[in-house]
């Protein structure tokens, strides 16, 4: 190893590398609060760590509050976090400040949410499905209030601004953990 750090909270997230940087979301387990860290791929020092508040609520045990992979490209990262009310997308700069950030509505899923967006030519690509407890009713945990289908699409965002570019609406079925 070249080096190895702790880093605050916990995540199931990829990390992703773009030059020096290396982009970590992490998750608190007692307040479910969301953090991105910047990480120097040189050293392992922590460059910088943006935290956002966000509410607690039902989550799979085998998942976390930053399960989404980031995407990053040269101008920055973009995130994705879910609750059953809110899907925050969010675009940060190398530095750590907010260019960006979209509500994009509900997320309905029984188990906590794990999109990942991706990044090409000049937009932000987004894979939101969402449950349909119809197709899921022999599976969900006692205590889920998920009672009707969540809307289900693909989104393109533009890279600076965030906004819509096109949206296709998809057939929900189960919610995207990919």
Same mark, same amino acid.
């Given at each position: ?65 930053? /399960?989404?992979?980031? =995407?990053? !490209?040269?101008?920055?990262?973009? #995130?994705? *976090? ?10 940060l700069d190398n530095d750590g400040e907010q260019m960006w950030q979209r509500d994009l509505g509900e ?44 809307? /289900?699409?693909?989104? =393109?965002? !533009?890279?600076?601004?965030?906004? #819509?570019? *096109? ?12």
């Amino acid at each position: 190893y070249n080096w190895r750090i702790d880093l605050p909270g916990e995540g199931h997230s990829s990390p992703v590398v773009v030059g020096n940087n290396i982009f970590v979301l992490r998750g608190d387990p007692f307040t479910a609060a969301r953090r991105v860290v910047c990480v120097n791929s040189e050293d392992g020092k922590i460059r910088w760590t943006k935290s956002f508040k966000s509410a607690l609520h039902y989550i799979h045990r085998s998942n976390n509050y930053a /399960s989404s992979t980031p =995407a990053a !490209d040269t101008d920055g990262v973009v #995130t994705i *976090w879910t609750t059953p009310k809110t899907f925050i997308v969010t675009a940060l700069d190398n530095d750590g400040e907010q260019m960006w950030q979209r509500d994009l509505g509900e997320y309905k899923s029984a188990w906590g949410g794990c999109p990942s967006p991706i990044i090409g030519d000049d937009m932000v690509i987004i894979q939101n499905d969402q449950m349909d407890p119809k197709f899921m009713k022999n599976f969900l945990p006692e205590g889920v209030a998920v009672t009707e289908a969540g809307h /289900s699409y693909a989104v =393109a965002l !533009d890279r600076s601004t965030g906004e #819509t570019r *096109w949206m296709v609406d998809r057939k929900s079925v189960i919610a995207s953990y990919a």
